[in-house]
């Protein structure tokens, strides 16, 4: 799905930590003009319905944790100040592949190696942040560009 189906500022979505907070403002500006989130927004599983896509640092640390593959990791990518504790960029090989055998790679829940995912966080009028799933890589693409989306929600732990 695109970001948004035109190239303009969405006010209230450049948050890197509050995917939650994205989502509903891409919403409140119009739940047509952004497909990722309208998607997302509208995702019941298993009786909840509190879906949201998240935003850069979210989305970072679900690479972090559920990790698909063997694969190097891109050193330039996984700083991450919103986590605890904080995070530095990735090594080649930490993170390593997730031990959830269901989000490995070629699973039931595993995310795809083949595309990029979007988060809910903007970084300009025509460009989003997205994130891969085979090195970790962190990049801008433009809001009207199709890319995968993957709902996330909130538990207390």
């Avoid at 695109?2 to 995917?19: C, H, P, R, Y």
């Avoid at 891109?74 to 592949?97: C, E, F, K, L």
């Avoid at 995310?111 to 025509?126: C, D, M, Q």
Wanted: net charge neutral; with cysteine; proline share 3%.
């Amino acid at each position: 799905l695109a970001w948004k189906t035109s190239n303009s500022t969405t006010t209230g979505t450049t948050s890197i930590n509050d995917g939650l907070a994205n989502t509903n403002a891409m919403i409140a500006a119009g739940a047509s003009a952004h497909p990722a989130a309208n998607f997302c927004n509208n995702l019941s599983i298993n009786g909840y319905n509190d879906w949201y896509l998240p935003a850069k640092d979210e989305l970072e640390i679900l690479y972090r944790y559920l990790k698909p593959t063997t694969d190097a990791n891109h050193t330039d990518s996984g700083a991450n100040t919103s986590s605890v504790p904080t995070t530095g960029n990735y090594t080649s090989g930490s993170p390593a592949q997730t031990s959830v055998t269901i989000f490995r790679a070629g699973n039931s829940e595993g995310f795809t190696t083949s595309n990029y995912y979007w988060a809910s966080t903007e970084h300009s009028s025509t460009n989003g942040w997205i994130q891969n799933f085979y090195s970790g890589f962190q990049v801008i693409g433009n809001k009207t560009n199709t890319f995968y989306v993957r709902g996330v929600r909130r538990i207390a732990i």
